[in-house]
């Protein structure tokens, strides 16, 4: 069960969402394990087209741009109710691991404003993931090495990663590269019941 918060323009718009998720562990022999899973989303969407009206253009996330001029009085409405999906599966072998996730499958309304000449708000596009990669452990278990790549596409925003994350005893290090060069890293330390890691981004918008 996750609970999100995103707001954006200083409160000029908000999404609150409740996404609840379920994935059972499906045996294929003795190297191998699927992982399917479900995802039901139940959220409002909310704006003040008061303070949207100063602001050219708003990223809702990387792929979805709005233009103001959806930020019309009139096609005002001051809360949207809203419920969605996702699926995905994910395969774990003794060699690597694979999945793959679709998001936003019913597209549920991404803002309560209506563009111009529209009769309907701008619809929230399918988020699209994949990923690719293994695991390495040393024979005495104090070292693992975890190489991936992995690719995304949400609206106009298409973009590939590969990365690595490496464990020495708890010590734990990770990053990664895109082709739109966005950067991720990844800093901490592991133990047996607890992580605690320090996380940078940098995207480009």
Not at 65 to 85: G, K, V
Not at 91 to 107: C, E, K, P, Q, V
Not at 114 to 123: C, D, H, T, Y
Request: hydrophobic content about 35%; glycine content about 10%; charged content about 20%.
């Amino acid at each position: 069960i996750a609970v999100n918060a995103d707001t954006y323009g200083e409160g000029a718009f908000g999404d609150y969402s409740i996404d609840i998720a379920y994935s059972p562990t499906i045996g294929l022999g003795k190297n191998a394990v699927l992982e399917p899973g479900i995802k039901v989303s139940m959220g409002v969407v909310a704006g003040n087209s008061s303070k949207l009206q100063e602001i050219p253009a708003l990223e809702m996330d990387r792929g979805l741009m709005l233009q103001n001029n959806f930020a019309q009085t009139i096609n005002q409405t001051e809360r949207l109710w809203y419920q969605d999906y996702g699926l995905g599966a994910v395969l774990n072998t003794r060699w690597f691991y694979a999945g793959f996730s679709a998001d936003n499958l019913g597209r549920h309304y991404a803002t309560v404003f209506r563009s111009e000449g529209s009769a309907q708000p701008v619809r929230t596009p399918v988020l699209y993931n994949g990923i690719l990669g293994a695991d390495y452990e040393s024979r005495d278990k104090t070292m693992t090495f975890s190489p991936f790549v992995s690719c995304r596409k949400f609206g106009d925003n298409t973009e590939a990663w590969a990365g690595m994350n490496y464990r020495l005893n708890h010590f734990v290090i990770g990053g990664a590269y895109s082709t739109n060069q966005d950067v991720t890293s990844a800093i901490g330390m592991k133990f047996k019941k607890f992580k605690l890691v320090y996380q940078y981004d940098r995207t480009q918008n």
